[in-house]
């Protein structure tokens, strides 16, 4: 059964079109999508894939044939106010993945998982079996591959409902446009979602979050992270310009 997608409106930032919409209405979207077996893409981008985008045009364009952008990040709200153009709320990836993981399970959908190191997926699967009891594993990878063709060959076979790939970017979204054919499912890239769900790495707290500070967190818990968050003040002067 074919059906046309639902179109949000988006908020354009930097030239990445995100959804305005909130994560319920937008979660819900994807319930009714997988269970009419559509083909989705879903990128959630923060300000340093914007940034990564916007400076290959090769990625930009990979990410812009997704069905769905989401604002994933503070940084990507606060580019949208100074855009005079809000966004109703910020969408995370890995909050995604989690109703995605409870209504698979309620429901014993198939999914299929590809990334992370080998360590990360052993504990991934115990912890899937744990909390996912009726949740079908239909494969799952780690993300030290040089070729995709034995893992290409199990997601032809199995046909899951959802493919999650955390490979990190732009190599997950490289891994998605290049296979979605394989299967009509969900496909979404998930960084480092496995980390955080198998326990190897702790995700902030519920005061973090509510700040809009998991940035800082994570930089006060891993300190090399530093770096990767001085795009921040580049990208927030971006849009300036760009306005």
Known sequence: MFILKFQFSTVTV????????????????LFEEINTDQNIFVVT???????????HPEYAEIIKQADYITPDGIGIIKGAQILGQPLQERITGYDTFLSLLDWADANHKSAFFVGAKPE?????????????PNLVLAGTYDGYFETDEHIVAAIQLTQPDMVFAALG??????????????????????????????GHVQRAPKFWQ??????????LKEPWRIKRLMVLPKYLSKVRKSK
């Open 120 to 132: 990360v997926m052993n504990d991934l699967r115990t912890t899937l079996q744990e909390k996912y």
């Open 210 to 219: 509510r700040a809009h500070a998991e940035w800082l967190y994570r930089v």
């Open 45 to 55: 981008a923060n300000p340093e894939i914007v940034m990564y985008a916007d400076e």
């Open 169 to 198: 970017f732009p190599k997950q979204e490289e891994f998605i446009i290049k296979n979605r054919h394989l299967t009509n499912a969900l496909w979404m890239g998930l960084g480092g979602s496995f980390d955080v769900l198998s």
């Open 14 to 29: 930097l030239g990445i079109p995100f959804i305005n919409t909130t994560n319920d209405t937008f979660v819900h979207q």
